[in-house]
Nanobody, 130 residues
Framework: QGYVEESGGGLVQAGGSLRLSCAAS????????????MAWFRQAPGKEREFVAV???????YYTDSVKGRFTISRDHARNTVYLQMNSLEPEDTAVYYC????????????????????WGRGTQVTVSS
């Protein structure tokens, strides 16, 4: 079994920065025998959950277009933790941010699909005021 838990959300003014953290736990992600990817999704009020960024088990990172150049995903393998550094935040970034993890291999850009992920956190609120 595997679990992920987010932290680090909050309220920030437009143009500000926040860093989210997500720690993975459970045998699936901490045994050392499984390669897995960790990603961030977000869901704004009245909208569907959308992909933000992923740090794949191959070491590659991918971002949705709207955050490229502003957000950076990084990973501390020793701590089973992934981070999302968010700079130049905009009111449109306001959402609940969810961490997700999966041991599945991606194909044809499937990392953007929520169905590809097996473990989800409860989410952390990020609010950007104008």
């Amino acid at each position: 079994q595997g679990y992920v838990e987010e932290s680090g959300g909050g309220l920030v003014q437009a143009g500000g920065s926040l860093r989210l953290s997500c720690a993975a736990s459970g045998r699936t992600y901490t045994s050392g025998y499984t390669s897995y990817s960790m990603a961030w999704f977000r869901q704004a009020p009245g909208k569907e959950r959308e992909f933000v960024a992923v740090f794949s088990w191959t070491g590659r990172t991918y971002y949705t277009d709207s955050v490229k150049g502003r957000f950076t995903i990084s990973r501390d393998h020793a701590r089973n933790t992934v981070y999302l550094q968010m700079n130049s935040l905009e009111p449109e970034d306001t959402a609940v941010y969810y961490c997700a993890a999966t041991a599945r291999a991606f194909s044809n850009g499937s990392y953007t699909r929520a169905q590809e992920y097996d473990s989800w956190g409860r989410g952390t609120q990020v609010t950007v005021s104008s």
